[in-house]
Protein backbone atom coordinates (compact mmCIF):
# COMPACT_ATOMS: atom_id res chain seq x y z
CA UNK A 1 0.00 0.00 0.00
CA UNK A 2 3.16 2.44 1.29
CA UNK A 3 4.83 1.35 -2.57
CA UNK A 4 1.47 2.59 -4.08
CA UNK A 5 1.35 5.64 -2.50
CA UNK A 6 5.35 6.26 -3.32
CA UNK A 7 4.33 5.94 -6.65
CA UNK A 8 6.29 2.98 -7.98
CA UNK A 9 3.31 1.44 -9.49
CA UNK A 10 4.95 -1.44 -10.92
CA UNK A 11 5.95 -2.90 -7.89
CA UNK A 12 2.83 -2.89 -5.68
CA UNK A 13 1.39 -4.71 -8.63
CA UNK A 14 4.18 -7.61 -8.51
CA UNK A 15 3.79 -7.36 -4.49
CA UNK A 16 0.08 -7.64 -4.57
CA UNK A 17 0.28 -10.60 -6.68
CA UNK A 18 2.73 -12.61 -4.84
CA UNK A 19 0.40 -11.42 -1.32
CA UNK A 20 -2.76 -13.05 -2.84
CA UNK A 21 -1.02 -16.12 -2.97
CA UNK A 22 -0.32 -16.74 0.52
CA UNK A 23 -3.68 -15.64 1.90
CA UNK A 24 -5.83 -17.48 4.22
CA UNK A 25 -9.49 -18.57 2.58
CA UNK A 26 -11.47 -16.30 5.27
CA UNK A 27 -13.72 -14.08 3.27
CA UNK A 28 -12.38 -10.78 5.19
CA UNK A 29 -8.92 -11.34 3.54
CA UNK A 30 -10.32 -11.88 0.48
CA UNK A 31 -12.31 -9.16 0.21
CA UNK A 32 -9.12 -6.60 1.45
CA UNK A 33 -6.95 -7.97 -1.17
CA UNK A 34 -9.43 -6.99 -3.73
CA UNK A 35 -9.58 -3.72 -2.92
CA UNK A 36 -5.98 -3.38 -2.66
CA UNK A 37 -5.74 -5.40 -6.21
CA UNK A 38 -8.44 -2.60 -7.40
CA UNK A 39 -6.66 0.15 -6.16
CA UNK A 40 -3.16 -0.83 -7.64
CA UNK A 41 -4.85 -1.59 -10.82
CA UNK A 42 -6.21 1.81 -11.15
CA UNK A 43 -3.00 3.57 -10.44
CA UNK A 44 -1.96 2.93 -13.64
CA UNK A 45 -1.69 5.14 -16.35
CA UNK A 46 -2.73 3.51 -19.69
CA UNK A 47 0.52 3.37 -21.28
CA UNK A 48 1.98 1.73 -18.52
CA UNK A 49 -0.22 -1.46 -18.83
CA UNK A 50 1.00 -2.98 -21.75
CA UNK A 51 4.77 -2.66 -19.67
CA UNK A 52 3.29 -3.84 -16.59
CA UNK A 53 1.55 -7.27 -18.09
CA UNK A 54 4.60 -7.93 -20.12
CA UNK A 55 6.80 -8.16 -16.79
CA UNK A 56 4.36 -11.01 -15.37
CA UNK A 57 4.73 -14.52 -16.23
CA UNK A 58 2.69 -17.11 -16.92
CA UNK A 59 1.05 -17.73 -13.52
CA UNK A 60 0.93 -13.92 -12.79
CA UNK A 61 -1.12 -13.69 -15.81
CA UNK A 62 -3.81 -16.11 -14.27
CA UNK A 63 -3.68 -14.59 -11.25
CA UNK A 64 -4.26 -10.82 -13.00
CA UNK A 65 -6.83 -12.33 -15.02
CA UNK A 66 -9.08 -13.43 -11.86
CA UNK A 67 -8.56 -10.41 -10.17
CA UNK A 68 -10.08 -8.57 -13.27
CA UNK A 69 -13.19 -10.10 -13.68
CA UNK A 70 -13.46 -9.52 -9.91
CA UNK A 71 -13.26 -6.27 -10.58
CA UNK A 72 -15.98 -6.26 -12.99
CA UNK A 73 -18.41 -8.05 -10.59
CA UNK A 74 -19.04 -4.85 -8.31
CA UNK A 75 -17.91 -2.23 -10.96
CA UNK A 76 -17.44 1.31 -8.88
CA UNK A 77 -17.36 4.87 -10.82
CA UNK A 78 -14.35 3.92 -13.14
CA UNK A 79 -13.06 1.12 -12.49
CA UNK A 80 -14.95 -1.25 -15.40
CA UNK A 81 -13.15 1.33 -18.13
CA UNK A 82 -9.43 0.73 -16.60
CA UNK A 83 -10.59 -2.70 -15.88
CA UNK A 84 -11.15 -3.52 -19.84
CA UNK A 85 -7.48 -1.73 -20.57
CA UNK A 86 -6.00 -4.42 -18.15
CA UNK A 87 -8.05 -6.64 -19.85
CA UNK A 88 -7.43 -6.34 -23.53
CA UNK A 89 -3.71 -6.12 -22.53
CA UNK A 90 -3.57 -9.21 -20.27
CA UNK A 91 -5.83 -11.37 -23.50
CA UNK A 92 -2.98 -10.81 -25.17
CA UNK A 93 -0.12 -12.06 -23.71
CA UNK A 94 -2.39 -15.25 -21.86
CA UNK A 95 -5.06 -15.83 -24.66
CA UNK A 96 -8.35 -17.42 -24.17
CA UNK A 97 -6.53 -20.01 -21.86
CA UNK A 98 -5.95 -17.21 -19.19
CA UNK A 99 -10.02 -16.33 -19.32
CA UNK A 100 -11.23 -20.80 -19.39
CA UNK A 101 -8.78 -20.95 -16.06
CA UNK A 102 -10.39 -18.15 -14.70
CA UNK A 103 -13.73 -19.92 -14.89
CA UNK A 104 -12.70 -23.50 -14.12
CA UNK A 105 -10.28 -22.11 -10.93
CA UNK A 106 -11.22 -24.44 -7.80
CA UNK A 107 -9.69 -21.43 -5.63
CA UNK A 108 -11.25 -18.04 -5.96
CA UNK A 109 -9.53 -14.93 -5.54
CA UNK B 1 -3.48 -32.85 -45.46
CA UNK B 2 -7.14 -34.72 -46.83
CA UNK B 3 -10.67 -33.15 -45.61
CA UNK B 4 -13.42 -35.21 -46.59
CA UNK B 5 -17.08 -33.78 -44.83
CA UNK B 6 -19.14 -36.70 -43.79
CA UNK B 7 -22.10 -35.18 -42.37
CA UNK B 8 -23.43 -32.33 -41.11
CA UNK B 9 -23.75 -33.43 -37.44
CA UNK B 10 -21.29 -34.08 -35.31
CA UNK B 11 -19.16 -36.92 -35.54
CA UNK B 12 -19.66 -38.33 -31.70
CA UNK B 13 -16.90 -40.96 -32.48
CA UNK B 14 -14.60 -43.09 -34.86
CA UNK B 15 -12.56 -46.03 -35.38
CA UNK B 16 -10.00 -47.08 -38.18
CA UNK B 17 -9.37 -50.74 -39.54
CA UNK B 18 -6.24 -52.55 -39.43
CA UNK B 19 -5.28 -51.45 -43.02
CA UNK B 20 -7.00 -47.86 -42.76
CA UNK B 21 -9.34 -48.72 -45.64
CA UNK B 22 -12.39 -48.61 -43.63
CA UNK B 23 -13.47 -46.16 -41.04
CA UNK B 24 -16.45 -46.99 -38.13
CA UNK B 25 -18.09 -44.12 -37.07
CA UNK B 26 -21.45 -42.49 -34.81
CA UNK B 27 -23.49 -39.68 -36.96
CA UNK B 28 -24.67 -38.83 -34.01
CA UNK B 29 -27.58 -41.01 -33.30
CA UNK B 30 -27.84 -44.45 -32.41
CA UNK B 31 -26.03 -46.20 -35.44
CA UNK B 32 -22.72 -46.54 -36.49
CA UNK B 33 -21.96 -46.38 -40.03
CA UNK B 34 -18.82 -47.63 -41.48
CA UNK B 35 -17.53 -46.15 -44.78
CA UNK B 36 -14.62 -47.37 -47.15
CA UNK B 37 -12.57 -46.16 -48.87
CA UNK B 38 -13.11 -46.57 -53.01
CA UNK B 39 -9.93 -44.75 -54.47
CA UNK B 40 -10.88 -40.78 -53.72
CA UNK B 41 -14.22 -41.25 -52.51
CA UNK B 42 -16.14 -42.72 -49.06
CA UNK B 43 -18.81 -44.91 -49.73
CA UNK B 44 -20.92 -46.06 -46.75
CA UNK B 45 -21.00 -50.36 -46.68
CA UNK B 46 -22.50 -51.21 -43.07
CA UNK B 47 -24.98 -49.52 -40.49
CA UNK B 48 -25.11 -51.05 -37.65
CA UNK B 49 -28.12 -50.43 -35.43
CA UNK B 50 -28.32 -51.85 -31.95
CA UNK B 51 -27.94 -49.31 -29.82
CA UNK B 52 -31.02 -47.37 -28.33
CA UNK B 53 -29.18 -44.22 -27.10
CA UNK B 54 -26.42 -42.45 -28.61
CA UNK B 55 -23.10 -44.36 -29.72
CA UNK B 56 -20.36 -42.79 -27.17
CA UNK B 57 -17.10 -44.74 -28.24
CA UNK B 58 -16.33 -47.10 -30.71
CA UNK B 59 -13.14 -49.04 -31.03
CA UNK B 60 -11.94 -51.53 -33.91
CA UNK B 61 -9.67 -54.31 -32.69
CA UNK B 62 -6.51 -54.77 -35.54
CA UNK B 63 -5.64 -58.10 -35.19
CA UNK B 64 -8.90 -59.89 -34.04
CA UNK B 65 -10.93 -57.50 -36.69
CA UNK B 66 -14.49 -57.03 -34.10
CA UNK B 67 -15.67 -53.88 -32.97
CA UNK B 68 -16.94 -52.61 -29.19
CA UNK B 69 -19.37 -49.86 -29.37
CA UNK B 70 -21.01 -48.39 -26.50
CA UNK B 71 -23.49 -45.86 -25.84
CA UNK B 72 -25.68 -43.76 -23.75
CA UNK B 73 -27.92 -47.13 -23.84
CA UNK B 74 -26.15 -48.24 -20.50
CA UNK B 75 -24.82 -51.24 -23.43
CA UNK B 76 -21.85 -52.27 -25.01
CA UNK B 77 -21.61 -54.78 -28.01
CA UNK B 78 -19.15 -56.46 -29.64
CA UNK B 79 -19.52 -57.22 -32.91
CA UNK B 80 -17.96 -59.97 -34.79
CA UNK B 81 -17.72 -60.02 -38.90
CA UNK B 82 -19.88 -63.12 -40.43
CA UNK B 83 -19.62 -63.16 -44.25
CA UNK B 84 -20.45 -59.65 -44.62
CA UNK B 85 -22.68 -59.03 -41.96
CA UNK B 86 -21.95 -57.48 -38.70
CA UNK B 87 -23.40 -59.29 -35.76
CA UNK B 88 -23.94 -58.11 -32.34
CA UNK B 89 -23.46 -59.87 -29.09
CA UNK B 90 -24.51 -57.81 -26.07
CA UNK B 91 -22.02 -57.15 -23.08
CA UNK B 92 -23.75 -56.40 -19.45
CA UNK B 93 -21.92 -53.47 -17.93
CA UNK B 94 -23.89 -53.26 -14.49
CA UNK B 95 -24.09 -49.67 -14.68
CA UNK B 96 -26.68 -47.62 -14.49
CA UNK B 97 -25.44 -44.59 -16.04
CA UNK B 98 -24.60 -44.33 -19.76
CA UNK B 99 -21.22 -45.47 -21.02
CA UNK B 100 -18.75 -42.65 -22.31
CA UNK B 101 -15.76 -44.52 -24.16
CA UNK B 102 -14.77 -47.62 -24.85
CA UNK B 103 -10.61 -49.58 -25.41
CA UNK B 104 -9.76 -52.65 -26.09
CA UNK B 105 -6.89 -53.59 -24.90
CA UNK B 106 -3.02 -54.33 -26.78
CA UNK B 107 -3.76 -58.10 -26.46
CA UNK B 108 -7.51 -57.99 -27.76
CA UNK B 109 -8.79 -60.32 -25.07
CA UNK B 110 -10.31 -57.26 -23.24
CA UNK B 111 -11.93 -54.37 -23.34
CA UNK B 112 -12.74 -51.41 -20.98
CA UNK B 113 -15.68 -48.46 -20.80
CA UNK B 114 -15.37 -45.63 -18.86
CA UNK B 115 -19.26 -44.55 -18.02
CA UNK B 116 -21.24 -41.82 -15.81
CA UNK B 117 -21.51 -44.11 -13.17
CA UNK B 118 -18.33 -43.32 -11.82
CA UNK B 119 -16.77 -47.10 -12.12
CA UNK B 120 -14.61 -48.48 -15.19
CA UNK B 121 -15.98 -51.74 -16.47
CA UNK B 122 -13.04 -54.17 -17.66
CA UNK B 123 -14.82 -57.01 -19.66
CA UNK B 124 -13.13 -60.09 -20.80
CA UNK B 125 -14.80 -63.22 -22.73
CA UNK B 126 -15.17 -66.62 -20.66
CA UNK B 127 -14.66 -69.29 -22.76
CA UNK B 128 -17.30 -71.52 -20.46
CA UNK B 129 -20.08 -69.73 -20.41
CA UNK B 130 -19.59 -68.44 -23.79
CA UNK B 131 -20.13 -64.77 -22.62
CA UNK B 132 -18.76 -61.55 -21.93
CA UNK B 133 -18.26 -61.08 -18.07
CA UNK B 134 -17.35 -57.82 -16.24
CA UNK B 135 -15.57 -56.32 -13.42
CA UNK B 136 -15.82 -52.72 -12.23
CA UNK B 137 -12.86 -50.65 -10.75
CA UNK B 138 -14.49 -48.29 -8.76
CA UNK B 139 -12.64 -46.66 -5.69
CA UNK B 140 -11.46 -43.59 -5.66
CA UNK B 141 -13.34 -43.05 -8.80
CA UNK B 142 -15.52 -39.91 -8.08
CA UNK B 143 -17.08 -39.02 -11.15
CA UNK B 144 -17.77 -39.51 -14.85
CA UNK B 145 -14.85 -41.35 -16.64
CA UNK B 146 -14.21 -39.09 -19.93
CA UNK B 147 -11.42 -41.22 -21.35
CA UNK B 148 -9.31 -44.43 -21.10
CA UNK B 149 -6.05 -45.61 -22.51
CA UNK B 150 -4.28 -48.67 -22.26
CA UNK B 151 -0.68 -49.59 -21.23
CA UNK B 152 1.55 -51.96 -23.97
CA UNK B 153 2.00 -54.35 -21.25
CA UNK B 154 -1.81 -54.67 -21.32
CA UNK B 155 -2.62 -54.11 -17.66
CA UNK B 156 -2.01 -50.72 -16.76
CA UNK B 157 -5.44 -49.05 -17.88
CA UNK B 158 -4.94 -44.94 -17.79
CA UNK B 159 -8.27 -43.07 -16.86
CA UNK B 160 -9.03 -39.30 -17.03
CA UNK B 161 -12.74 -38.55 -15.19
CA UNK B 162 -14.31 -35.37 -14.62
CA UNK B 163 -13.17 -35.28 -10.78
CA UNK B 164 -10.72 -33.18 -12.50
CA UNK B 165 -7.85 -36.37 -11.82
CA UNK B 166 -5.88 -38.40 -14.20
CA UNK B 167 -5.44 -42.17 -12.73
CA UNK B 168 -3.62 -45.54 -13.41
CA UNK B 169 -5.16 -48.48 -12.81
CA UNK B 170 -4.17 -51.86 -12.75
CA UNK B 171 -6.59 -53.98 -14.95
CA UNK B 172 -4.96 -57.63 -14.52
CA UNK B 173 -7.68 -60.52 -14.86
CA UNK B 174 -6.43 -63.25 -13.90
CA UNK B 175 -8.37 -65.57 -15.94
CA UNK B 176 -6.96 -64.71 -19.27
CA UNK B 177 -3.53 -63.59 -18.61
CA UNK B 178 -0.23 -63.82 -16.51
CA UNK B 179 1.19 -61.89 -14.07
CA UNK B 180 2.74 -58.62 -16.05
CA UNK B 181 6.31 -57.66 -15.10
CA UNK B 182 6.78 -54.72 -12.64
CA UNK B 183 7.05 -51.20 -14.30
CA UNK B 184 8.17 -48.07 -13.48
CA UNK B 185 4.61 -47.28 -12.38
CA UNK B 186 5.02 -50.01 -10.09
CA UNK B 187 5.48 -53.43 -9.47
CA UNK B 188 2.30 -55.11 -7.46
CA UNK B 189 -0.88 -55.10 -9.82
CA UNK B 190 -3.45 -56.39 -8.25
CA UNK B 191 -6.89 -55.90 -9.86
CA UNK B 192 -8.54 -52.39 -9.24
CA UNK B 193 -5.00 -51.33 -7.81
CA UNK B 194 -4.06 -47.08 -8.08
CA UNK B 195 -0.81 -47.43 -9.09
CA UNK B 196 -0.90 -43.27 -10.06
CA UNK B 197 -3.42 -40.18 -9.31
CA UNK B 198 -2.56 -37.21 -10.35
CA UNK B 199 -3.35 -33.45 -8.19
CA UNK B 200 -2.94 -30.67 -10.62
CA UNK B 201 -6.03 -30.04 -12.80
CA UNK B 202 -8.55 -28.08 -11.92
CA UNK B 203 -11.17 -29.07 -15.56
CA UNK B 204 -12.52 -32.53 -16.45
CA UNK B 205 -9.68 -34.47 -18.05
CA UNK B 206 -11.19 -35.37 -22.41
CA UNK B 207 -8.63 -37.19 -22.93
CA UNK B 208 -5.65 -39.24 -21.77
CA UNK B 209 -2.30 -41.51 -23.82
CA UNK B 210 -0.08 -43.28 -23.05
CA UNK B 211 3.31 -42.89 -24.73
CA UNK B 212 4.47 -45.64 -26.87
CA UNK B 213 6.80 -46.98 -24.57
CA UNK B 214 4.24 -47.17 -21.24
CA UNK B 215 6.44 -44.66 -19.75
CA UNK B 216 4.63 -41.98 -19.74
CA UNK B 217 0.63 -40.40 -19.64
CA UNK B 218 -0.32 -37.15 -20.96
CA UNK B 219 -3.68 -35.39 -20.91
CA UNK B 220 -5.74 -32.54 -21.28
CA UNK B 221 -8.19 -31.03 -19.19
CA UNK B 222 -10.53 -28.34 -19.35
CA UNK B 223 -8.51 -25.68 -17.85
CA UNK B 224 -7.02 -25.31 -20.77
CA UNK B 225 -4.03 -27.47 -19.52
CA UNK B 226 -1.80 -30.16 -20.73
CA UNK B 227 0.09 -32.62 -18.27
CA UNK B 228 2.36 -35.30 -18.36
CA UNK B 229 3.34 -37.84 -15.93
CA UNK B 230 6.60 -39.05 -16.74
CA UNK B 231 7.37 -42.60 -14.43
CA UNK B 232 10.83 -42.65 -15.06
CA UNK B 233 11.38 -39.74 -13.13
CA UNK B 234 9.13 -40.99 -10.29
CA UNK B 235 6.03 -39.93 -11.38
CA UNK B 236 6.74 -36.42 -11.52
CA UNK B 237 3.74 -34.16 -13.56
CA UNK B 238 5.29 -31.07 -15.69
CA UNK B 239 1.86 -29.22 -16.86
CA UNK B 240 1.65 -26.52 -19.36
CA UNK B 241 -1.01 -23.80 -19.62
CA UNK B 242 -1.79 -23.45 -22.82
CA UNK B 243 -3.13 -20.02 -24.27
CA UNK B 244 -6.07 -21.79 -26.53
CA UNK B 245 -9.25 -22.98 -25.65
CA UNK B 246 -9.67 -26.08 -23.78
CA UNK B 247 -8.27 -29.29 -25.51
CA UNK B 248 -10.46 -32.37 -25.99
CA UNK B 249 -8.03 -34.95 -27.94
CA UNK B 250 -4.51 -35.94 -27.39
CA UNK B 251 -2.25 -38.54 -28.87
CA UNK B 252 1.98 -38.97 -28.63
CA UNK B 253 3.17 -39.14 -32.24
CA UNK B 254 6.79 -39.33 -30.44
CA UNK B 255 8.37 -40.74 -27.37
CA UNK B 256 8.96 -37.06 -26.44
CA UNK B 257 5.99 -35.40 -29.36
CA UNK B 258 2.61 -34.50 -29.01
CA UNK B 259 -0.74 -33.25 -31.05
CA UNK B 260 -3.43 -32.50 -29.03
CA UNK B 261 -6.22 -30.48 -30.54
CA UNK B 262 -9.89 -29.05 -29.29
CA UNK B 263 -12.20 -26.20 -29.14
CA UNK B 264 -9.88 -24.19 -31.26
CA UNK B 265 -10.37 -26.40 -34.39
CA UNK B 266 -6.91 -27.32 -35.20
CA UNK B 267 -4.13 -29.75 -33.91
CA UNK B 268 -1.07 -28.27 -32.24
CA UNK B 269 2.33 -29.85 -31.22
CA UNK B 270 3.66 -30.11 -27.99
CA UNK B 271 6.94 -31.60 -26.91
CA UNK B 272 8.53 -32.75 -23.77
CA UNK B 273 11.49 -31.93 -22.58
CA UNK B 274 13.18 -34.99 -20.77
CA UNK B 275 15.87 -33.42 -19.22
CA UNK B 276 13.92 -30.24 -17.67
CA UNK B 277 10.62 -32.12 -17.38
CA UNK B 278 9.07 -29.49 -19.05
CA UNK B 279 6.05 -29.13 -21.84
CA UNK B 280 6.37 -26.48 -24.55
CA UNK B 281 4.14 -25.34 -27.34
CA UNK B 282 5.39 -26.46 -30.64
CA UNK B 283 3.04 -24.96 -32.92
CA UNK B 284 -0.11 -24.99 -34.40
CA UNK B 285 -0.32 -27.19 -37.23
CA UNK B 286 -3.21 -25.87 -39.79
CA UNK B 287 -1.79 -24.37 -42.73
CA UNK B 288 -4.64 -21.73 -43.57
CA UNK B 289 -5.04 -21.31 -47.23
CA UNK B 290 -3.85 -17.71 -48.36
CA UNK B 291 -6.92 -15.85 -48.92
CA UNK B 292 -7.02 -13.04 -51.78
CA UNK B 293 -6.48 -9.91 -49.96
CA UNK B 294 -8.68 -7.51 -51.51
CA UNK B 295 -9.36 -4.36 -50.46
CA UNK B 296 -12.46 -3.23 -49.07
CA UNK B 297 -14.15 -0.50 -50.92
CA UNK B 298 -15.49 2.15 -49.18
CA UNK B 299 -19.18 0.58 -49.42
CA UNK B 300 -18.37 -2.19 -48.01
CA UNK B 301 -16.13 -0.29 -44.99
CA UNK B 302 -19.31 1.34 -44.16
CA UNK B 303 -21.63 -1.09 -44.16
CA UNK B 304 -19.24 -2.85 -42.15
CA UNK B 305 -19.40 -0.10 -40.05
CA UNK B 306 -23.01 -0.04 -39.55
CA UNK B 307 -23.33 -3.75 -39.20
CA UNK B 308 -20.52 -4.89 -36.71
CA UNK B 309 -19.84 -0.82 -35.28
CA UNK B 310 -15.71 -1.36 -36.81
CA UNK B 311 -14.04 -1.32 -39.85
CA UNK B 312 -12.20 -5.05 -39.31
CA UNK B 313 -11.82 -6.41 -42.73
CA UNK B 314 -11.07 -9.80 -40.75
CA UNK B 315 -13.57 -12.11 -41.69
CA UNK B 316 -15.66 -14.01 -39.08
CA UNK B 317 -15.34 -17.80 -40.77
CA UNK B 318 -12.88 -19.76 -39.49
CA UNK B 319 -9.64 -20.26 -41.68
CA UNK B 320 -8.83 -23.51 -40.09
CA UNK B 321 -9.52 -27.00 -41.83
CA UNK B 322 -12.36 -28.16 -39.21
CA UNK B 323 -15.09 -25.67 -39.09
CA UNK B 324 -15.81 -26.70 -35.63
CA UNK B 325 -14.56 -28.19 -32.69
CA UNK B 326 -12.03 -31.35 -32.92
CA UNK B 327 -12.96 -34.08 -30.55
CA UNK B 328 -11.02 -37.09 -31.68
CA UNK B 329 -7.32 -37.98 -32.65
CA UNK B 330 -6.51 -40.97 -33.94
CA UNK B 331 -3.06 -42.22 -35.31
CA UNK B 332 -3.34 -44.00 -38.57
CA UNK B 333 0.34 -45.05 -39.30
CA UNK B 334 3.82 -45.72 -37.61
CA UNK B 335 1.87 -46.08 -34.28
CA UNK B 336 2.97 -43.74 -31.18
CA UNK B 337 6.57 -43.86 -31.33
CA UNK B 338 7.08 -42.88 -34.86
CA UNK B 339 3.66 -41.51 -35.79
CA UNK B 340 3.66 -40.90 -40.03
CA UNK B 341 -0.08 -40.04 -39.85
CA UNK B 342 -2.90 -39.15 -38.08
CA UNK B 343 -6.54 -37.95 -38.35
CA UNK B 344 -8.90 -35.67 -36.45
CA UNK B 345 -12.72 -36.40 -36.38
CA UNK B 346 -14.79 -33.34 -35.05
CA UNK B 347 -18.17 -31.39 -34.74
CA UNK B 348 -18.26 -30.43 -38.06
CA UNK B 349 -18.97 -33.69 -39.11
CA UNK B 350 -15.61 -33.31 -41.38
CA UNK B 351 -12.56 -36.15 -41.29
CA UNK B 352 -8.98 -35.25 -41.70
CA UNK B 353 -5.94 -37.14 -42.61
CA UNK B 354 -2.62 -34.90 -41.56
CA UNK B 355 0.49 -36.18 -42.97
CA UNK B 356 3.41 -35.63 -40.76
CA UNK B 357 6.08 -34.90 -43.29
CA UNK B 358 4.17 -32.89 -45.50
CA UNK B 359 3.57 -30.80 -42.17
CA UNK B 360 7.52 -30.66 -40.93
CA UNK B 361 8.28 -29.27 -44.35
CA UNK B 362 4.99 -27.00 -44.57
CA UNK B 363 5.42 -25.26 -41.36
CA UNK B 364 9.59 -24.52 -40.90
CA UNK B 365 9.46 -23.96 -37.57
CA UNK B 366 7.82 -27.35 -36.63
CA UNK B 367 10.76 -29.47 -34.75
CA UNK B 368 9.13 -33.13 -34.11
CA UNK B 369 11.48 -34.70 -31.49
Known sequence: ?109 | MAYHSFLLEPISCHAWNKDRTQIALCPNNHEVHIYRKDGARWSKVHELKEHNGQVTGIDWAPESNRLVTCGTDRNAYVWTLKGNVWKPTLVILRINRAARCVKWSPKENKFAVGSGSRLISICYFEQENDWWVCKHIKKPIRSTVLSLDWHPNNVLLAAGSCDFKCRIFSAYIKEVEERPSPTPWGSKMPFGELMFESSSSCGWVHSICFSASGARVAWVSHDSTLCLADANKKMAVASLCTETLPLLAVTFITENSLVAAGHDCYPMLFTYEEGQGSLTFGGKLDVPKQSSQRGLTARERFQNLDKKASSDTSNATLDTVHKNSISQISVLAGGKANCSQFCTTGMDGGMSIWDVKSLESALKDLKIK
Do not use: C
Open chain 1, 1 to 109: DSQRRSGDALRALHAALRSATRLAASPDTKEQAQGTMLKVLMAFKSSEIEQAVNSLDGNGIDLLMKYIYKGFEKPTENSSAILLQWHEKALAVGGLGAIVRVLTARKTV
